[in-house]
């Protein structure tokens, strides 16, 4: 079964923004089984978009829309997929009640324009968006079924997984099945020189490597009559990297991000955490905080940007700073200290770093970054030379402390095991 | 002038890659005055690269793909893309010492199959790689220009600056020009109502709604023969914007965030700022600092999850806490006074909210965020209802105290000026 893409906005035409929908639908889709092979990109305009939309449904079985189901004049995606499909658009009482409690929880009255995003191609299955007010829609025709998306990524991904995902399932004859093995640590090349191999001879399942920051997600991929079997041919080959990445791998579970297994390994342990974060700003305790059932573990964090918080709040002495630093082994390794003093927690983790643009000197250039863990007393420190720019070093460095935090936990708990022994 | 781009690669299409280069390529080409109606993704795949390439040179004048210039067997956009000009493939001498000059460089011996990078269709204009082995091609045909750029982007960017760049500038007779608006606070289809008139007798400058957490941006585009001219034109445009939304809009700078217009804000009236968060747990130090040159006015901030943390830190009361709970206009209140406190900055803000998906009761709702701010004394709590999961319902809060310290900002500004008169 074929699938289609077609993700509608002029600010991707214009070179505004980069197409995330795209690659994430893409990659989604691939998961599903479906086969991908055209993708587009058209404007806001009634004409193209129903010229991309015709040789879509001539071509392929699926075709999924993102974007142009707002509630403003220049957002036309609905009226074209029902015109090109020969419905009518009619009012959707369930999604206009969505529409109206959305806005009553903001204490915000609907303008005249939002009853647009209630009305539906008649017939059209309506898919209810918990994140914004467009519902999505699927439209079903003789040759083609026709899926409509909002644009916004963080209201096209959960009703993607929430909605489209068991529809698309129910129409592929085969089943696909599908297990991610996320590695945290190692270099997309690194993994792929590692399972090159598996990759150079694999049918059924299928391997494929997805680098993240600071991660590489490897997904094991098999099709057959039914799930046992399709497990049945995932199993060894997930068995098999098990072996060969070992403790890298943080998890097998698609929906675990690296925090969400760094937290259950916090609560797992019954461990106490504080950062004192000074590049990264906060960046740090914002993405621990975002895992639900978090406040078992996590109690503060401490943004140190200055110097000054870093003595006033941590206690760095002053000659530390003069003779090393503020982005130096041992301010890094003063701030964990002091951290443990206010906070008493179980693992305490600090980050210093130059995230650029200014700020590098000589010897300290931008992309530096020192990172130091205490767990139950024992300190490591690790020092990190990053490529990007201000942003993307923050966030390599805000993933770098989470593996770090990961490995000497494990490896605290490795002895105390041993030690027992 | 029309342009349209095609982007080849299986990678692309498994969503292995995000498609950056059409984004590069789209506003490189917007900002020459080119306009695109369409962008594609196709596989390194015969009849159906024919079948988008034929399309795309039916209905635009430059044709620009990228990608599938490689020296192996299943790369063939430069064979495709004769074979639809209707031209023969030749050895280029030129690309050829250039490809033996750069293995020899490396130490390395080209492979037969790399002789095939130096052919290209006849009479075609090659463009050097000073990054890889694949020459850029040019073919010029009655209808279409149709361009051949390598696909790794650090091939791609450095040949399309030096020697695509100068091509099309020739091509092109008008300008493009746009501006972006930036406006916070109100709705997308609130902006659009008070819009709408212009929208609906726009021509040239054109402008259209874009939105954000928190924000619309409005761009204005305009095109003319040359940039004095189109800037002419999109003047009274934005000044009329202006008049309509006021204070309101934050910035016309398209590279400003609306964290750094705070920051600017800040640093503009020279006023140290600190911050205690707690649902949000780092991510509004998180995004002010990540705006360079953030070191002046930011030393500080407190991530306070726990109420013993609120206690602690902050100095809130137990009895507070007890009476009101921590999700309470009164506990943000008392936060922002404990940080005045401690951190004796001039604006502090303090967040407490209940992000979801546990934690909620009768009386108070996920997304329920009360949000304190503290200008050189005087403090402002308000009061929010966001509808989404647990990440959504934090970034809203994190936009929502950034729109907050804005307005108390200007408020307090306003008033002084006020008291002066």
Redesign the interface.
Known sequence: MTVELICVG???????????N?????????GLGLT????????D?EE?LTM?LN?AMERSDIIILSGGL?????DLTKEVAAKVCGKKLVMDEHSKKRIEK?FA????E?????WKQAKVPKGAIVLDN??GTAPGIIVETKNAKVILLPG?P?ELI?MFEESVTPYLQKLTKEVIVSQTVKICGAGESEVETRVIDLIDKQTNPTI???AKTGEVHIRVTASAENEKDANKLIKPMVKELKSRFGNEIYTTDVNTTLEKAVVDLLIANNLTFTCA?S????????R???V????DV?????????N??KR??LGVKKTTLQKYGAVSPQTAEEMVKGLKLIAKSDVAVSITGIA???GATEEKPVGLVYIACMVKGNITVKEYHFQGN??KN?EAATSAALILMRTCILEYFSKMTFGKK
């Not at 991908?36 to 404007?43: A, H, I, K, L």
């Not at 929880?105 to 915000?108: A, E, L, Y």
């Open positions: 002029t600010e991707l035409l214009l070179g505004n923004i980069v197409n995330t795209a690659a994430y639908l893409a990659e989604k889709c691939a991908c092979y055209f993708q587009s990109v058209v404007g305009n193209r991309v040789t707002g509630p403003t004049e220049d959305f929880q903001r204490g915000k609907p303008t005249e324009n939002n918990d994140n916004p963080n959960p494929a490597t997805y974060e590049c990264t700003g906060g960046m740090l305790a914002a621990l905080i975002n639900p059932g978090v406040s996590i109690k503060s964090g401490y943004v140190t940007y200055s000054k918080a006033k709040i650029g643009p200014d201000r942003a923050r």
